[in-house]
């Protein structure tokens, strides 16, 4: 059973900085090109940031460039998103994937996210 599960998340003012984690269980993380994504309330699931299975190629989102920095420790089998420069825009549910699913349209493996909240 593939389980993938977020952290990190939290409450922080405009111009904070947090760092989310994303671990998986039954899926061998370091293998695929992975992405996290992001759901704000009343709005679609959009993509944040992808990176490669090596970590050596990273694409991001126009809204979070030059602020937010997707990295990868395969070893762990962890992926990390490092938002800095928060924004009340970036309040949403994050979570992490694999690429070849959200290409596939394959959404069964969905975890329950990370809520962040950016307020003053």
Not at 3 to 11: L, N, R
Not at 55 to 68: E, L, P, Q, W
């Amino acid at each position: 059973q593939v389980q993938f599960v977020e952290s990190g998340g939290g409450s922080v003012q405009p111009g904070g900085s947090l760092r989310l984690s994303c671990t998986a269980s039954g899926f061998t993380l370091s293998t695929y090109a992975m992405t996290w994504h992001r759901q704000a309330p009343g709005k679609e699931r959009e993509l944040v940031a992808r990176i490669s299975s090596s970590g050596g190629g990273t694409v991001y989102a126009d809204s979070v460039k030059g602020r937010f920095t997707i990295s990868r420790d395969n070893a762990k089998n962890t992926l990390y998103l490092q938002m800095n420069s928060l924004k009340p825009d970036d309040t949403a549910v994050y979570y992490c994937y694999a690429h070849r699913w959200v290409v596939a349209g394959n959404g069964n493996y969905w975890g329950k996210g990370t809520l962040v909240t950016v307020s003053s």
